[in-house]
């Protein structure tokens, strides 16, 4: 889908700023799985927690993503996702977890735009908290792994300036608005 477009990179390393400072200027967006997904466990004491049980927390990732695809189907115009389903399958990389076919069908037919937003790692701006417990290394090697996923799908990545919220928003829409490359 050519006006659904994904950002992705590390943890910390401003993708919900970037989204919000979007929302602002009335551009919608899917929310993040993970977080959701942390909330609620966390919420009704469950295990699917990526410290916990990494493979459940993988598979409820991958269900609240595809509802999300599904319903962003129904809505009109540009829309931003905080990651996409290739996260998934990065994730799952990075835990040394095994990629399911379903996992790789819905990565290959629930397509986003081409171009893909990835936010660089940021040291100045990381911060663990309750949701987010990874050190500085995981979330360098997060980024890593989502440039070579997305990459692999053939997806194009186009890095995000370090910079401030309102000027990263800029540079998207600018970049939204030249098109194809």
Same mark, same amino acid.
């Given at each position: #889908?050519? !006006?659904?477009? *994904? $950002?992705?990179?590390?943890? @910390?390393?401003?993708?919900?700023?970037?989204?919000?400072? &979007?929302?602002?200027?009335?551009?919608?967006?899917?929310?993040?799985?993970?977080?959701?997904?942390?909330?609620?466990?966390?919420?009704?004491?469950?295990?699917?927690?990526?410290?916990?049980?990494?493979?459940?927390?993988?598979?409820?990732?991958?269900?609240?993503?595809?509802?999300?695809?599904?319903?962003? #189907?129904? !809505?009109?115009? *540009? $829309?931003?996702?905080?990651? @996409?389903?290739?996260?998934?399958?990065?994730?799952?990389? &990075?835990?040394?977890?095994?990629?399911?076919?379903?996992?790789?069908?819905?990565?290959?037919?629930?397509?986003?735009?081409?171009?893909?937003?990835?936010?660089?790692?940021?040291?100045?701006?990381?911060?663990?908290?309750?949701?987010?417990?990874?050190?500085?290394?995981?979330?360098?090697?997060?980024?890593?792994?989502?440039?070579?996923?997305?990459?692999?799908?053939?997806?194009?990545?186009?890095?995000?300036?370090?910079?401030?919220?309102?000027?990263?928003?800029?540079?998207?829409?600018?970049?939204?608005?030249?098109?194809?490359?």
């Amino acid at each position: #889908m050519d !006006r659904f477009f *994904v $950002l992705t990179g590390g943890p @910390g390393s401003g993708k919900t700023t970037l989204l919000a400072a &979007l929302a602002e200027q009335g551009l919608p967006h899917m929310p993040e799985a993970g977080r959701a997904v942390i909330r609620d466990q966390m919420a009704m004491g469950g295990t699917a927690l990526p410290w916990d049980d990494r493979e459940t927390f993988a598979d409820r990732m991958l269900e609240r993503d595809l509802g999300s695809y599904d319903a962003a #189907m129904s !809505r009109s115009g *540009v $829309l931003f996702f905080d990651r @996409g389903i290739p996260d998934i399958i990065g994730y799952r990389m &990075l835990c040394g977890l095994a990629i399911p076919g379903d996992l790789m069908h819905a990565a290959r037919t629930r397509r986003y735009n081409r171009h893909v937003f990835i936010a660089p790692p940021w040291q100045e701006i990381y911060a663990r908290d309750t949701e987010r417990r990874q050190d500085w290394a995981e979330a360098v090697a997060t980024h890593d792994a989502m440039l070579r996923v997305y990459r692999d799908l053939h997806y194009v990545p186009v890095p995000l300036p370090l910079a401030a919220p309102d000027a990263r928003a800029a540079f998207v829409l600018q970049s939204i608005a030249r098109g194809p490359a």
